[in-house]
């Protein structure tokens, strides 16, 4: 079945660590995005990428980092630099452009910090 | 910038009809779709809106005045399993990249 999928399902991170949350596709989608979910914030995002080997900041990009080496993965690495990383962080999936009309999501990471 | 605004809750009945509205302000808006998210799950799309008018999915229907930058959710003999977060987000600008509003919360009673 197509999907996509993210890793882990929860996280537990001592402050001043980096950690990285994974996210993984297979529905040929080129176009991914990484969104962060806070209670009453809705879904900012992150960073998103249009294309393997190239990303774009989103509107709360700082301390945050990601990679698309692959058209089927798009990591985020929540760096120590990230002031109040606890959140519920989504990944998405989605064709480009105007085909754009449906994004997919993933079940979701939950980061807590310890 | 762009933003959504729609209400934070909404309470109804099981059996009645809601609607959800969902007004924005975006530079170069192509469409407005709606997503539903049940507690700690996935975002999972109901419905896209590009042109002016009504689309209608089962007890489902979205509407869209783009004069108006207005659109809003209709959701039809309700069900206590539609008690849900349900979001509009705005696709615009040259990437067609999706701003989501803040949710709107609809507790179903029976």
């Known amino acids: 079945d197509g999907g996509i999928t993210q890793s882990p399902k929860y996280l537990f991170r001592k402050e001043g660590q980096n950690v990285t949350l994974s996210c993984e596709q297979n529905?040929?989608?080129?176009?991914m995005y990484w969104y962060r979910q806070d209670p009453g914030q809705g879904l900012r995002l992150i960073y998103y990428s249009q294309i393997v080997n190239d990303f774009q900041k989103g509107d709360i990009a700082e301390g945050y980092s990601v990679s698309r080496e692959k058209k089927e993965s798009f990591p985020l690495t929540v760096t120590s630099a990230q002031k109040n990383p606890t959140a519920f962080y989504l990944c998405?999936?989605?064709?480009?452009?105007?085909?754009?009309?449906?994004?997919?999501f993933g079940q979701g990471t939950r980061l807590t910090v310890v | 910038g762009q933003s959504l605004e729609q209400p934070s809750e909404v309470t109804a009945v099981e059996g009645a009809i809601v609607q959800i509205n969902c007004t924005y302000q975006t530079s170069g808006f192509y469409g407005l779709s709606w997503y539903q998210q049940h507690d700690g799950g996935a975002p999972t799309f109901l419905s896209y809106?590009?042109?002016?008018g009504l689309e209608e999915t089962g007890r489902f229907s979205s509407f869209l005045s783009r004069s108006d930058s207005y659109g809003y959710l209709l959701l039809q003999e309700l069900q206590m399993k539609d008690s849900a977060s349900y979001f509009c987000a705005a696709l615009s600008g040259g990437s067609y990249i999706p701003t989501f509003g803040r949710g709107t919360s609809l507790i179903v009673h029976p």
């Open positions: 529905l040929n989608h080129d176009a």
């Open positions: 809106n590009a042109l002016d």
């Open positions: 998405a999936s989605s064709m480009v452009g105007s085909m754009n009309t449906e994004a997919f």
